[in-house]
């Protein structure tokens, strides 16, 4: 990948294209041309959305994107991208939830129809998973939190059939990560045989909203350029 690039980035439940912030910075002053956008409710109705709806919503934005394309994403993002990589010219997968079969060893958990998080969000809440982010970023997310469907994350738990992409991929992890822990992360990675960068991060959302997602996204990029290099 030379040239003029494109990177679309994927949040994960409960968030929004704001949880980028940091990484769409570093991949613009390197170049890229970036897209990140809100996963929207089908017809407003959050309990009424399938994993099939955002599947359609990040195929229809990768496809609006120049190539050499890339497809980023985070945490159920991830599993999302995994859904379209086959339009994708490099993938980066940050804390993904896992697909079949890896997703046996994830801790079980119940979802209503609508997951609360906008309207259970506290502050306190936010800091403790949010253990690297400055306050500034920590209240930033706080205020933003969205409800999820319900209905996706039952099915994301379920196991959602995934193939390894067949451009480079690389699956980023953190060193603590309660949410997906990374040895499930490197083991998906160990079975596909692509590269995994090991971060410090502590939580599940450090890679993008702590004080090291700078460090971790330009990392990112090295990656990219280096597998534009060997093609």
């Known amino acids: 990948m030379t040239g003029t690039r494109a990177a679309l980035f994927v949040h994960g439940a409960g968030g929004g294209g704001w949880e980028w912030n940091v990484w769409r910075g570093v991949f613009e002053a390197a170049g890229f041309q970036v897209a990140a956008p ?9 309990s009424a959305t ?3 709806d955002y599947q359609a919503q990040v195929r229809a934005a990768l496809a609006a994107l120049p190539r050499p394309r890339v497809l980023v994403g985070a945490s159920l993002g991830g599993l999302l991208v995994l859904g379209a990589a086959e339009g994708a010219d490099a993938v980066v997968l940050v804390n993904p939830l896992p697909p079949a079969p890896w997703l046996v060893d994830m801790p079980a958990r119940d979802w209503p129809d609508v997951v609360p998080w906008r309207r259970d969000a506290r502050l306190s809440g936010t800091r403790r998973a949010m253990p690297e982010a400055d306050d500034a970023t920590t209240l930033y997310a706080f205020r933003h ?3 999820e469907s319900g209905v996706v994350m039952r099915k994301a738990q379920s196991g959602v059939a995934a ?9 980023v992890a953190s060193a603590h990560d309660d949410d997906v822990p990374p040895a499930i992360t490197r083991a998906m990675a160990d079975a596909w045989g692509v590269e995994v960068l ?6 599940h ?3 993008l909203l702590g004080r090291e997602a700078a460090g971790i996204a330009a990392q990112a990029v090295e ?3 280096r597998a534009a290099k060997t093609g």
């Open 38 to 46: 809100d996963l929207m409710p089908v017809r407003g109705n959050v």
């Open 50 to 52: 399938h994993i099939e």
């Open 145 to 147: 939190w969205r409800d």
């Open 163 to 171: 193939e390894r992409p067949a451009c480079p991929t690389l699956c």
């Open 198 to 203: 090991q971060t410090v991060s502590g939580s």
């Open 205 to 207: 959302v450090g890679p």
């Open 223 to 225: 990656w990219l350029n």
